[in-house]
């Protein structure tokens, strides 16, 4: 049944809950590490009953476009070393971005990576020598820093704005950050993790003439793209500069239908030079099982996004309405993309605070505060609303409920 935003409590197929306990989901277990670094933390809810709403990974089922591709593939039975080599997974992929973005490569651009993280960590080794340096704008996603300084280059950040309740680029800082001799590469989120800013033509040609001025490869991150509100489009920024040699872009199946697991992700690099290099340094071997599950969603996968993307809709009214009636001073701007929210919570707290830890404790929620995000994050929270309904709005009360609590005992100590 479909689930509209106009009637939200209608039964949807992403209303079921799933237990992903025991199934080593990195949600349910990789937190301690991820966000507390192993330090103690006082959690007064057993794991079972913890909320997740951290790692960007949907607790739905992908859709029966991937598990049947999947095993039909399984069927086969052997499963030797596969790689990318007929034309049928471009021509399925080219016709998706064809269709959804107006997009579209050339065949010999298409390379496929084990994920979009490790495709970051490669290029930058392959763009960047050791004294070179990368940009990304914040805040932002971590492992635009990892990939920089886990290969000892150093990470060049400019600051996000707000302007009338909404992120804008600080153009004259971006400018003098991408003159900078040894700035060699520009990590650009599009659509932006965490804020969800799908950036518009204008905002991308003025990042992107900037960083051509000044010799600087662009990898487009737009891993979210296909994760729109209803209504919204999406402008790959290759699609602006079909003669650009300086555009790398990443996409993936791997957030849109919850495939995160199956580690496929694709990277089109028009620039034969760099894709030369690219073959260089990593391998052309795929796991036949995920580029099954690909194909299957880019051939069969777009009415169950549409539905997915529908009840996305519902879970951020639910969020905006639930703020606005219970705590009215969280700021909260329903984003134009990515199932995540991005809340700045910062009125109910006194003074800058480890969120993720406030939350995990008090509430049994396990978000990401602001400070995950590299810089230009605080009183932040992000919150993955890609879960049923029903878990949105309990977690939604225990946030309600821990910051409550702690306002009476401040007010009982005064
Ligand atoms: C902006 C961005 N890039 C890349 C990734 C991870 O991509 P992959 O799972 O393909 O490595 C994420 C996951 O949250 C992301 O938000």
Not at 225 to 234: A, I, K, Q, S, V
Not at 238 to 247: N, V
Not at 361 to 382: D, T, W
Request: aromatic share 10%.
């Amino acid at each position: 049944m479909t689930q509209s935003v106009d009637n939200p409590v209608s039964p949807s197929r992403f209303d079921q809950v799933i237990d992903r306990n025991g199934f080593n989901a990195m949600s349910q277990v990789g937190y301690r590490d991820y966000l507390f670094k192993g330090e103690e933390i006082n959690l007064t809810h057993r794991q079972e009953d913890l909320i997740m709403m951290w790692v960007a990974d949907m607790a739905f089922p992908a859709p029966r476009a991937a598990t049947d591709a999947m095993l039909r593939r399984i069927e086969h039975g052997v499963f030797g070393y596969t790689a990318n080599m007929d034309d049928t997974y471009y021509n399925a992929f080219n016709s998706w971005t064809m269709r959804r973005l107006g997009w579209g490569f050339e065949r010999e651009q298409l390379f496929i990576s084990s994920g979009v993280i490790p495709a970051l960590f490669s290029l930058v080794e392959i763009v960047c020598a050791r004294d070179e340096k990368v940009m990304t704008l914040t805040p932002a996603y971590g492992f635009f820093k990892h990939a920089a300084t886990r290969h000892q280059r150093e990470l060049v950040t400019s600051s996000l704005v707000i302007c009338d309740g909404n992120y804008r680029i600080d153009l004259e800082d971006f400018r003098q950050k991408a003159a900078d001799p040894k700035l060699k590469l520009f990590f650009l989120c599009h659509p932006h993790n965490p804020t969800g800013r799908v950036w518009d033509r204008e905002e991308l040609c003025q990042m992107a003439e900037i960083c051509f001025e000044n010799d600087v490869l662009i990898v487009s991150d737009e891993v979210h793209c296909d994760l729109l509100r209803m209504g919204n489009t999406h402008q790959p920024l290759a699609g602006l500069y079909p003669d650009s040699h300086s555009i790398v872009t990443c996409m993936a199946p791997s957030k849109t239908f919850n495939l995160a697991g199956m580690q496929i992700a694709n990277i089109v690099i028009p620039d034969p030079e760099l894709a030369e290099r690219w073959k260089e340094r990593n391998l052309p071997v795929v796991n036949p099982i995920s580029l099954a599950a690909a194909r299957g969603v880019y051939e069969n996968g777009e009415e169950w996004l549409d539905e997915l993307r529908v009840y996305l809709d519902g879970n951020f009214a639910l969020v905006k309405s639930f703020l606005s009636e219970h705590l009215p001073a969280a700021k909260f701007n329903v984003p134009e993309a990515t199932y995540l929210a991005w809340i700045d919570i910062g009125s109910y707290f006194p003074e800058t605070m480890n969120l993720t830890r406030f939350f995990a404790e008090n509430a049994s929620v396990i978000l990401e505060g602001g400070e995950m995000f590299i810089a230009n994050g605080e009183n932040r929270i992000r919150l993955n609303l890609a879960c049923p309904r029903s878990v949105v709005l309990e977690c939604l009360k225990r946030m309600r409920d821990s910051i409550a609590d702690t306002h009476n005992l401040i007010r009982q100590i005064n």
